[in-house]
């Protein structure tokens, strides 16, 4: 309800109405069932708009980083997240990233919309990166459509590191679904999770237009935190 009540009658016309993003493809969204919308990852405002152009609730696993911290600023970013929706995971990988693996099986089992960042991160420089392989084996897991979706200009209204957004239109571009049920049983395979995690990527690459680097974001940010160093 807390949800319900934020996006269809607090927040979301409120940013509707000030940002007016374009939507492309919408009609491929299942109207039911579980599926997974796999998106590009531009700013931090990608997990706010999304869901509030789907009509059904999106669920998205955010890093446990958000819920946790302390004071007014802490409890206000809780609840922004837990009004969009969002569940905690531990990223820090091993245990944690199989217990993010379960929770995202978990939210689809039950049926609902997951998204995801094939990326892994934001992307530091607005390029796309190589998805990592956990979305293709949730996918293959769980047995359900995956939905490729770009999002457009949404990293020059957030820019990476800024703390207010900048008034202009912002775009989303929802693909056919892809279905993968040819890889039934696969999902140990890692030559085929890659192959699916490329195919999906391909796809949003077509979608946005964005240029595509082979390495990995994460990888990216690093190398120059270290630089700066």
Sequence with gaps: MF???MKNLVVGPILLSIFR???VGLEHVPKEGAVVLA??????IDSIFLPLVVDRPVIFLAKSEYFTGKGLKGWATRVFFQAAGQLPIDRSGGKASEAS???GLRVL???????IYPEGTRSPDARLYRGRTGVARMVLEAGVPVIPVAMIGTERVMPIGTRLPKVRRIGLVFGEP???SRFE???GDRFVLRSVTDELVYDLRELSGQEYVDVYASSVKEQRATQSR
Excluded: A, K, Q
Aim: charged share 15%; proline share 4%.
């Design 21 to 23: 993003p374009w939507v």
């Design 109 to 115: 089992g039950e049926g609902h919309i997951l998204g």
């Design 185 to 187: 049983g696969l999902e």
């Design 101 to 103: 693996l379960e929770t």
């Design 178 to 180: 892809l279905d993968f």
């Design 39 to 44: 998106s590009n990852h531009l700013s931090f």
């Design 3 to 5: 949800y319900w009540i």
